[in-house]
């Protein structure tokens, strides 16, 4: 069982940045492929990032590459995601998620574990 806390988000002017954090529990973290999903309101939950176990491998949708970087400090059983260059269009509640699989990472149903989600709101 892998319990997720998201912390960090805000609200924040376009253009500025906000650090999300997501601690786990459970004494097997470092195995787990770490995601953020993000949903706006009336939208469907979208996939933003994931890393894999070793922090080696990273995902990104084409729309926050470049500007948003995932890593994960297993020592910390904590998973990050920096957010630079905010846009209006990132606003939405950013859940953070554990799966047991390595493969298609950018498919919600993948994952076993999710957190309660954390608000970020872009102003413009």
């Known amino acids: 069982q892998v319990q997720l806390v998201e912390s960090g988000g805000g609200l924040v002017q376009a253009g500025g940045s906000l650090k999300l954090s997501c601690a786990a529990s459970?004494?097997?973290?470092?195995?787990?492929?770490m995601g953020w999903f993000r949903q706006a309101p009336g939208k469907e939950r979208e996939f933003v990032t994931a890393?894999?176990?070793?922090?080696?491998?990273?995902y990104y949708a084409d729309s926050v590459k470049g500007r948003f970087t995932i890593s994960r400090d297993n020592a910390k059983n904590t998973v990050y995601l920096q957010m630079n260059s905010l846009k209006p269009e990132d606003t939405a509640l950013y859940y953070c998620a554990a799966a047991r699989t390595a493969h298609w990472v950018t498919r919600s149903v993948n994952y076993d574990y999710w957190g309660q989600g954390t608000q970020v709101t872009v102003s413009s």
């Open positions: 890393v894999s176990w070793s922090g080696t491998g990273t």
């Open positions: 459970g004494r097997t973290f470092n195995s787990y492929t």
